[in-house]
């Protein structure tokens, strides 16, 4: 079974730029999110979607940071203008069974380094 | 809301020592607790979960109970391996507004040295 697939694993660009990362979730998996992992602290969930409806974005920074999933399978997450404090990781996970079954295991992709300098 | 805290790090210890890595959680209802793993320039990896009261998760040589009455899930492993150094999350999965939220501690991180 193919994993969650990200992409770019690394990325750097200057503050004020934009800059975009895509994930391809597990097939058939109804849930998707997005995580921002800063250096030395636990994942921060960005976004979360139940297929292509968001269900949870009460931590992505609006003014800036956007997301969809068209379609229901893989999704967008875009920065725009960066800030030096984006800087992180951008995990990309999926789980299969979606709302009100706690019990699912969520698959994390690889991530995106991100760098703003 | 859903909270989980984590023993701060980093943990060091010798080949074949004992590790107890603690969490607790807050949450609403009767939430699936989570131990995930990060090793380096990998991503991150299920460990073991369990999903209701006095559950025991185990993978690997590592066990964590699902305490309810002091709302725990500590990680323990009775002797650890080079190997074994790596970042360890626990995580939580409650249900609330009608949908599943996974939120993780901060992590902790373990070296083991030979």
């Known amino acids: 079974e193919a994993g969650v697939a990200q992409s770019p694993r690394y990325k750097i660009i200057e503050k004020r730029q934009s800059v975009a990362f895509w994930c391809n979730p597990i097939?058939?998996?109804?849930?998707l999110y997005w995580y921002q992992q800063i250096l030395g602290q636990g994942p921060k969930l960005l976004i979360q979607f139940q297929n292509n409806g968001v269900v949870d974005d009460s931590q992505l920074p609006k003014d800036r940071f956007s997301a969809e999933r068209l379609k229901g399978v893989d999704s967008t997450l875009k920065i725009q203008p960066a800030k030096l404090e984006d800087s992180a990781v951008y995990l990309c996970?999926?789980?299969?069974?979606?709302?009100?079954?706690?019990?699912?295991?969520?698959?994390f992709g690889q991530g995106t380094r991100l760098t703003v300098v | 809301g859903d909270s989980v805290t984590q023993m701060e790090g980093p943990v060091t210890l010798s080949e074949e020592a004992f590790l107890t890595i603690n969490c607790t959680y807050t949450?609403?209802?009767?939430?699936?607790l989570f131990w995930y793993v990060q090793y380096p320039g990998e991503g991150l990896q299920l460990l073991l979960k369990?999903?209701?009261?006095?559950d025991k998760g185990s993978n690997k040589g590592f066990e964590a109970t699902y305490r309810k009455e002091t709302t725990s899930f500590h990680l323990e492993k009775g002797s650890v391996q080079v190997s074994d150094s790596a970042v360890y999350f626990c995580?939580?999965?409650?249900?609330?507004?009608?949908?599943?939220?996974?939120?993780f501690g901060a992590g902790t991180r373990l070296a083991v040295h030979p």
């Open positions: 995580a939580l999965r409650g249900v609330s507004g009608g949908y599943n939220k996974l939120i």
């Open positions: 949450a609403t209802g009767y939430p699936s």
């Open positions: 097939s058939g998996h109804a849930t």
């Open positions: 369990a999903t209701k009261a006095d």
């Open positions: 996970a999926s789980s299969f069974q979606g709302t009100g079954v706690v019990g699912s295991e969520a698959f």
